[in-house]
């Protein structure tokens, strides 16, 4: 048995690192593949339409068909390695919540010769077998692989779109970085009410555990437990309330990227400096750069969250936890 770590990263690698490295080399193989569809799209409409080549366009749409094909494989590939990944962390968190709170907690309890000896809070086991570690684990597989995906597919289309017309690619990066700021200010918020969610949840299911069933059937509601629905209703209100401020920002922001490559690419194309190619390769960059965006959002709060988890998580170990090795 090993003590559990202080970092849920630490957790992760000590746990999966194998098939973290699996996950790793498939998304560095897939990155590059991003900007190809966007090259194409432009080569199809500047190079074949434009001259009229049919055979030049069957044969970039081949290769147009062949790159999606490769990427859906790819793509298929590692997100089923990353779900093996969380069930298996899921897995061995629920070995660690059960060793720790029916042997360690108890042979403390027993050392230490306290009153409760041996006693058990069944409802914050039971809170943390399920939803807690459920939580946690479906952070495990995209911990890694997640924010690389994303960073890395940004870097090579809007690595591809400063290629192809800088001033254009400035305006795009202008109208997203307002995002850097917004993210972390609210993803802040959101962690601290989570957490306390999660101690109220706690708390809800040790009250109905502590209560026998004759003395909750047929009385009336207690207070304790009507004072904690709604706390948590509370909490739960403040965290869709920030959230979704939040979401409805950053999507406003990846809307406005499209419009203003759009305007000024037009204007460019209207005065004869680019072709209307890069024009429709931009939008789709564009579109292309608004998923990444919203799941590198994704990521950074499901690491915050994480993290805020797998602290609370070890709030409720006694000292030295042990780690199950499953």
């Not at 090993?2 to 498939?26: A, D, E, T, W």
């Not at 795009?172 to 101690?199: E, G, T």
């Not at 920030?242 to 406003?252: A, H, P, R």
């Not at 004869?272 to 965006?293: H, Q, T």
């Amino acid at each position: 048995m090993k003590k559990m770590p202080n970092s849920v990263y630490q957790y992760i690698f000590r746990k999966s690192f194998g098939h973290q490295i699996i996950v790793v080399s498939l998304t560095l193989i897939l990155l590059p593949l991003a900007p190809i569809p966007l090259d194409l799209q432009r080569r199809i409409l500047d190079d074949a339409v434009a001259q009229g080549n049919v055979n030049l366009l069957f044969k970039l749409g081949g290769l147009y068909l062949l790159t999606m094909l490769i990427s859906a494989g790819i793509k298929f590939a590692m997100r089923t390695q990353r779900e093996l990944i969380s069930a298996r962390i899921v897995r061995s968190l629920r070995n660690s919540v059960f060793h720790s709170m029916y042997t360690i907690v108890p042979k403390m309890h027993k050392t230490q010769k306290m009153h409760n000896d041996g006693e058990v809070d069944e409802g914050a086991v039971v809170s943390m077998l399920s939803s807690e570690v459920e939580k946690l684990g479906g952070f495990a597989g995209a911990a890694i692989s997640g924010p690389l995906f994303e960073i890395g597919t940004l870097v090579f289309i809007l690595g591809y779109m400063f290629w192809i017309e800088p001033l254009v690619a400035s305006i795009a990066v202008a109208l997203y970085s307002p995002q850097m700021i917004i993210v972390p200010f609210f993803q802040a918020r959101m962690n601290r009410l989570a957490q306390k969610k999660a101690i109220k949840l706690r708390e809800l299911g040790s009250f109905i555990v502590e209560n026998p069933q004759g003395d909750l059937l047929m009385a009336e509601q207690p207070m304790k437990f009507t004072t904690l629905i709604e706390d948590i209703l509370r909490l739960r209100t403040r965290f869709i309330m920030n959230k979704n401020i939040m979401k409805t920002i950053n999507n406003l922001l990846i809307a406005l990227g499209p419009f203003g490559i759009i305007s000024y690419g037009g204007y460019m194309a209207i005065q004869g400096e680019i072709e209307v190619g890069v024009i429709l390769a931009f939008v789709s960059g564009m579109e292309r750069l608004g998923d990444p965006i919203r799941e590198l959002v994704g990521s950074y709060s499901q690491i915050t969250d994480a993290r805020m988890r797998y602290a609370t998580l070890l709030e409720a170990f006694p000292d030295g936890p042990a780690n199950s090795t499953a």
